[in-house]
């Protein structure tokens, strides 16, 4: 695709290798960006062309929607998101082109402007999909709300509305709302749904590893696993029908009442993993006593008791997890809530008052809101720590700890502890035993490792040369559906940005300096197509699960192999493939070590320049960590370590073998490495063991 293809197992000394390379590959890709430009293909054109305008395919063929004036919309979306300054007009790319065909799946955006007008009139429902915490004003003014704040019943479901209620020790469900449906679980054929992919069914082929004390087994269906009825039928509803490996273990160390540590890859379906357990107790076992009230008179009230938490750390994050929730707490007595940063708080506010059974927080919101005294942790059974290697690191920890540690939440061992991610090093691990008991850990495939579903590729790029490398790429008509683009700086992400709409590429970009109503935007932009090419920093890599995102771009490498796992992540999920490219060069040295490990785990090719590279920059390997996990030398990387308690023979069981019978394993044999051949068939005879495990040199 771009002239640096040609520079595999080129002989010679590091310094003569970058040389040739760069300077071959800059001269291809320039040339090549050249003839894109001046062919004006199907994302771009010359700047003196007229751009044609780029169709992600998911939206072909579809008919045009009546256009809508989006900056009326941005001023009502003011009705509810407060004092937001106003939105950067230099992100062209953001607007729509005057006579530009409309995309046939409307805007977040501007639905959320409509939502923000329908909220003066509760109960009437409606069916956009704009900002949840209106939304859920609209739902929420069905509640009766003299029953107080505690989160235990609302009177939807008796008066016929959505709402369950918990009355009399039972669970009374709340009435079907085909509206609601249509809005929380799509259409079929909704562009805006995630599909499973045809690697679906071969997420059972992973290993699995689940160790600690008494682990009970997986379910195996979600029909045999003993659910309760109205979450199965949720489960159903969002067209779930086999539940993925995660899901299989963690809804049984829920029902077995365990902590749990749980490292699964990226799209393998963790944000099931974590709610399914948690609801399914709590529809069981309903809401928990009401708490002494607090204060006097009006103000009695005020104060919101969840029952589960769930932490993560990005806002957009947060915001998915909640969207998620509420699918699975449809008609149940749980409402869901949502609080982040940026976003008005007023709203939120208004939001927890009419119902919070279990919050979906960002760390700094959530102790903004407990220092106001209108939430209170007492009543927590569950907690969730999402991203939980990142939300135990440096940045979050004093947050983490003065959540669960200093304020009202019960204490481990009067609650549930569930920890989840795609990466988790060992130091982070050791930390993370403080908030947990006699935890399960549970890992499918290695931990830290990126998913089979993604081709990785690794192209040699000069600094000088990335936007014409870029350019060609993005312009390429092999490259389907949507692309994420990392850079590193705030400000590389507004330049790139720029630089990609004067060459007629419609991109938007996403980063912690835009308002929160920016970023919303951004991401709206890019899930409908309308901006299908998103340029974003680290904030955009933990998570976020987006349909049709075909391709993820390392445009500035990050120094963390973890953080480059979860960037590649946010393609190739629920068994689709997808595409990442990094453009590699002389700075980023210091994470080819860790870059071959993770290549070679999950069977991808490895450029013979890049094992060149390796050799000539030993010593390179435990530069520019972010934390404290990668140091060394050698650059072994942590993050490829089980359970961290297993170095104290502490009797741990390797009990992969109870993984039921529609399982089995990869047949990796001792691992990934060498073995060839993409996604595991599933029939070798030869599971891998801990002695094959134990062969690798950064366990
Ligand atoms: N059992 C299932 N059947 C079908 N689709 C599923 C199932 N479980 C999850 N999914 C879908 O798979 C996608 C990825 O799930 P999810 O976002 O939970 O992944 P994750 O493991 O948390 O990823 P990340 O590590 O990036 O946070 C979502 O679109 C989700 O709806």
Redesign the pocket.
Known sequence: MTGSNNQNNVPGNLDQHIAGLGVNGSNNNRQNANNNNNNSNARGGNSNAKPKRYIPPHLRGRAPTTPVDKEAALERTSSWSGNMPARDRSRSSERQTPGAPESSAPGRGDRRGDVGDVRGTRGQGWSGRGDPIARTTTWSGRRDDSLGFGGRSGGGGGRGGPYGIWANGKHVYGQHNQRIEVELYGSPDDPER?H?GIN?EKYDNIPVKATGDDVPKPITTFDEADLEPLLLENIKL???????P??KWSISFGTAGRDMMAC?Q???????GFLFPILNELFRTGPAEAPVAEGRGMYRQRKAYPVALILSPTRELTSQIYEEARKFCYRSWVRPCVVYGGADIGSQLRQIERGCDLLVATPGRLVDLIERARISLRNIRYLVLDEADRMLDMGFEPQIRRIVEQEDMPGVQDRYTLMFS?TFPRDIQMLASDFLKNYIFLSVGRVGSTSENITQKIEYVEESDKLSVLLDIVSSTETAGLTLVFVETKRMADRLCDNLVTNGIDASAIHGDRTQRERERALDMFRTGRTPVLVATAVAA??L?IPNVSHVINYDLPSDPDEYV?RI?RTG??GNTGTATSFFNRGNRGIVRQLIDLLQDSNQEIPGWLNVVARESSGYGGRGRGRGGYGGSGGARNSGSRDHRAQFNRGDRDVRHQNGPSSGFSGRGGGARGSGGGFSNGTSSVPPTLENDSAHSWF
């Open positions: 995630m499973t679906f969002s067209g779930y029908t086999v539940p993925t995660v899901q699964a990226t799209g393998s379906g963790k944000t099931g795609a933990r998570g699960d979860h992540g999920r629920a």
